[in-house]
Structures are given as C-alpha cells and as structure tokens.
Nanobody
Framework: VQLQAFGGGLVQIGNSLRLSCDAS????????LAWFRQAPGKEREFVAV????????EYADSVRGRFTFSRNNAMNTASLQMDGLKPDDTAIYFC???????????????????WGQGTQVTVSS
C-alpha cells in the first residue's frame, strides 16, 4: 500500500486543521492505521491509532479530546481532525499502516510497515 498524507498548514493557536491519509495499491480496510508526529529536534511520537473497522480508537494523552481519528474504508482514506491546536502540536505528521491480522494497536512506530511522506503542521501563537 502507498500512503499519502496531506492537509497540513500554518494556523493560529486555537484553530483547526484536518489531515487526510489517502491509500493506493491496496484496500485500506486491510490495515490498522496510525498518526505519528515529529517536531524539530525531538523524537517521533505517537498521536493516534484506529482499528481496521474504525470501531476502536486510541489517542496520546496530549491530544485526547482535541483530535479525532476517523476512516472511510470505502473511499480508501482516513482523516485526523485537529481542533484547539496549540504551538506544541507543531510537527511533521505521518500516517502509517500495520498489515498484521491481530487486534493489537501499536503505539510504537516499529509496529508499522508502511508510511506516508508526512505533512507539516505549524501552529503560531
């Protein structure tokens, strides 16, 4: 599967952005999906993960209640709605796919075999 992440941009504190992750080459329904982010000078960190059906979603403590991860398997796309953005949310955001058949949802990037190219999110104060 090939993943393409887009939708990033420059926004002011408190505003919203919606990131998308489009898949090609394979049915998105086969994969568990996650978003990670990496800020300048920092390690990559987990943001959110969603099960293949979309019925289970988990979030990092730093974004829970502000970000919403959803997917539309029929359209082969997933989205991360980001509300109440803060300067600490500034990072490159990556979508990733895990093809394993288990129900376990990885929070470690090592659990994902496929990655999109990343999209920059900048939140200004």
């Amino acid at each position: 599967v090939q993943l393409q992440a887009f939708g990033g941009g420059l926004v002011q504190i408190g505003n919203s952005l919606r990131l998308s992750c489009d898949a090609s080459g394979s049915a998105l329904s086969r994969y568990k999906l996650a978003w990670f982010r990496q800020a300048p000078g920092k390690e990559r960190e987990f943001v959110a993960v969603i099960s293949r059906s979309g019925g289970v979603r988990e979030y990092a403590d730093s974004v829970r209640g502000r970000f919403t991860f959803s997917r539309n398997n029929a359209m082969n796309t997933a989205s991360l709605q980001m509300d109440g953005l803060k300067p600490d949310d500034t990072a490159i955001y990556f979508c990733a796919a895990d093809p394993t058949s288990t129900s376990y949802l990885h929070r470690d990037g090592g659990g994902y075999d496929y990655w999109g190219q990343g999209t920059q999110v900048t939140v200004s104060s």
